[in-house]
């Protein structure tokens, strides 16, 4: 059970389709959280996705911080602390250096990726088992700086129906995605009637999700681009994340007034 990463993978991965071209979806100072509740009546916990500029090696970059936590009754069952960190160029989107620390049940993980694109090379050091491996990647993004990097492109002439793929770089290795757009719809929120696009990841069926298709997320279709829901089918229950906060956004938060 993995709720997190999986909340956060596609957070990722859905972010990818919606950016204009003429606006920036995103800037410094952007906060986003996440309600999560498991079979529709539980609440599972939150997750909080962050962007500050910060300094790297004497060099300007935007630094994103993921972050979720099980609370409540689950967290009676199954502790989740988990944390992502992702150092990104301003101009040009790629990652520099990302991290992650996770507790998941007992299930812990500390690595941190240094990415050198003049080499195409990832350098994994894993803290847990003391190991160290360099490997060969071409144009990589890391599983928080592909969240922005995907905003950021223009695909605004998308049509149902069609797929958007793209690769993640994730503990040592890449991983392909394919998105679906499904059309676009009104989702009554916290917020009020947002216009969203309706995106289905097509997924890995087995351990997590029940099958390959059991993935749906809505996005607002404004400037921003922000993930408003998520829903997941998952091997045992479902999952569901809903936008609960926001601040720092680049554009207006579009709501719909009856």
């Not at 630094?63 to 992502?84: C, E, L, P």
């Not at 757009?181 to 916290?190: I, P």
């Amino acid at each position: 059970m993995r709720k997190k990463i999986v909340f956060f993978i596609f957070l990722v991965a859905a972010q990818s389709i919606f950016s204009q071209c003429c606006k920036t979806a995103y800037k410094s100072g952007e906060w986003l959280r996440f309600d999560m509740s498991y079979s529709g009546f539980l609440k599972a916990g939150t997750a909080v996705l962050e962007l500050k500029e910060k300094k790297l090696d004497d060099k300007k970059v935007l630094h994103a911080v993921g972050k979720g936590k099980t609370t409540g009754v689950i967290s009676w069952f199954f502790k989740v602390d988990d944390r992502y960190e992702s150092y990104f160029g301003i101009d040009k989107v790629e990652p520099y250096l990302f991290k992650r620390k996770i507790d998941e049940g007992g299930h812990k993980k500390n690595r941190h990726v240094t990415f050198n694109h003049d080499k195409n090379t990832a350098y994994v050091q894993d803290f847990r088992k003391k190991k160290d491996t360099l490997i060969s990647v071409n144009s990589p993004q890391d599983m928080i700086s592909t969240f922005y990097f995907l905003r950021s492109q223009n695909i605004k002439n998308l049509k149902k129906g069609e797929e958007i793929k793209l690769d993640m770089f994730f503990d040592n290795k890449s991983y392909p995605f394919k998105l679906k757009f499904l059309g676009y719809e009104t989702l009554k929120t916290k917020f009020g009637k947002v216009k969203t696009l309706k995106f289905r990841p097509l997924v890995q069926a087995g351990r997590v999700f029940k099958a390959q298709e059991s993935v749906t997320i809505w996005i607002s279709a404004d400037d921003n681009k922000i993930p408003v829901k998520m829903k997941a089918s998952l091997a045992v229950g479902s999952l569901r994340a809903e936008l609960d906060a926001y601040k720092g956004l680049a554009n207006p938060f579009e709501i719909i007034v009856d």
